[in-house]
């Protein structure tokens, strides 16, 4: 008891005042709970090794890529109300435009979202969740945490998942009568669908990292700052070949800067 | 008319002057954004050529892409910017160790990565000078299936006027930064000792090793 105790108010120590770079380098890791995180990752890393990565490995040996493509797609299409929302609070009308066409176009023509057949006609695929929105709103992310089973994340980013868990219209529909079953298959088969296109990667950072945990970390923060500069910035999804249009500059400046 | 000739002399020593001193401040071999843009696109082809060439044996094939990788890479520059602040504290000795260990480590990684290598291939899109001597390069890479990955390069130009790649950033996640918070803290477990960070270097190399 008191073990867990000690894990909970369990904090990092900050370097002396006199080493100004050591606390650069602390502030700049900004993991003031890292022995507590630490511990968290390490029951995470438990689990997937004996479970989740196991299920993704058998998942990609008994789904051949062009079935797997299919049902990461659907997934993928049955967010859309998810992302057409956050496009809309970032203020990024044009892609919540390309996210109601895909939506339209994928649901009709690509069956039920099982071909994404708006890729191919010019209308890239992009994700927007709550935590992208609240950094384009100006929240910090705060330190950094690691959540049971979530792994990787920080308090804005916590919110934001929990925010969309309540938002999500599909699976408001899903936890009523007696549609619980198929609740709970949409989740097993996100984490498996990721899980597996993970496994090269996670495997990869594994093998060559010194430690896992700050590598991941380190990871997690530069692909999260990445998604919400691309956030801020939804020109280089809008136009794509800007320099390759016959519009004058200034148009083009203009028109990605209203958005 | 010595007034005049003086002039004139005047003027060529001048005219003399400001191209010596033009000449002076550009160097005869300043690369040019297109330059640093074929040297990704080459080296990138180079690694390919080299990983799918069967006709010579795994340790050859071993051989030449350590040869191509630390000629095209700035493994000391990486190196130095992974151990930061530690670079200093270190002796010549533990620099020389960590540097090579280092090297390894990177070329063997890398060749395992290249070993899944499954008919990719890299597109260079553009590139900018974004420092004195440094340049970003834009690619991506394109897949028999799924979206293209982009890749960035970070180039320094040496003084002989070749580059060499100090960093690579693959949707937004750069090597050496991953690298740098991944040592620091593998280092910090082991009471901030250089000698600490260089056993489980070596522990990690002969793993690597043995993973073949």
């Known amino acids: ?259 | 008319m010595i007034k005049m000739l003086s002039r004139s002399t005047l003027l060529r020593a001048t005219f003399t002057l400001l191209v010596v001193l033009t000449l002076g401040t550009t160097p005869s071999h300043a690369q040019t954004d297109d330059a640093a843009r074929k040297f990704v696109g080459a080296l990138a082809q180079r690694a390919i050529t080299t990983v799918a060439d069967r006709q010579i044996s795994q340790i050859e094939r071993d051989e030449r892409f350590r040869k191509l990788f630390v000629s095209a890479f700035d493994i000391p520059e990486i190196g130095r910017f992974v151990l930061s602040r530690y670079w200093r504290a270190a002796t010549p000795d533990q620099q020389q160790e960590f540097l090579s260990l280092f090297e390894d480590i990177t070329v063997l990684t890398w060749a395992k990565r290249f070993q899944d290598y499954n008919g990719e291939s890299l597109e260079t899109v553009s590139a900018s000078k974004d420092g004195d001597h440094s340049w970003m390069v834009d690619s991506h890479i394109l897949r028999n299936q799924g979206p293209q990955v982009p890749v960035q390069w970070r180039l320094r130009e040496s003084d002989d006027g070749s580059f060499r790649v100090v960093d690579i950033i693959v949707e937004g996640v750069s090597m050496a930064i991953t690298h740098r918070s991944d040592y620091a803290s593998a280092m910090q477990s082991n009471g901030g000792r250089i000698d600490g960070l260089l056993s489980i270097m070596r522990t990690k190399l002969d793993q690597l090793k043995a993973a073949g």
């Open chain 1, 1 to 259: 008891m008191a073990a867990v105790a000690a894990l909970l108010v369990g904090c990092a120590t900050p370097p002396p005042d006199d080493d100004p770079e050591a606390k650069a380098e602390f502030e700049q890791v900004n993991d003031p709970l890292e022995p507590t995180n630490r511990v968290i990752f390490s029951a995470n890393e438990g689990i997937d090794t004996y479970f989740l990565r196991p299920l993704a490995v058998g998942y990609r040996t008994a789904v051949p890529s062009f079935g797997r493509d299919r049902i990461s797609d659907m997934i993928d299409n049955l967010k859309s109300p998810i992302y057409f929302a956050n496009d809309l609070l970032q203020g990024n009308f044009t892609l919540a435009g390309a996210t109601l066409e895909r939506f339209a176009l994928n649901t009709s023509f690509g069956v039920f979202g099982l071909m994404d057949v708006a890729e191919p006609m010019g209308i890239p695929g992009h994700q927007s969740d709550f935590g992208q929105t609240m950094a384009v709103w100006g929240i910090d992310d705060g330190p950094y945490l690691v959540l049971p089973l979530f792994g990787p994340s920080n308090p804005r980013d916590a919110v934001g998942m929990l925010a969309e868990s309540y938002a999500d219209p599909l699976d408001y529909y899903l936890q009523t009568g007696g549609r619980h079953w198929a609740y709970w298959t949409r989740m097993g088969v996100t984490a498996i669908s990721k899980r597996e296109a993970y496994l090269d990667a996670l495997d990869d950072v594994k093998r060559t990292s010194l430690d896992y945990y700050s590598a991941m970390r380190s990871l997690y923060r530069q692909r999260r700052s990445a998604e919400i500069n691309g956030a801020k910035n939804p020109s280089q999804y809008v136009v794509p070949s800007a320099n390759m249009s016959a519009l004058p500059a200034n148009v083009l400046t203009e028109d990605t800067e209203r958005q």
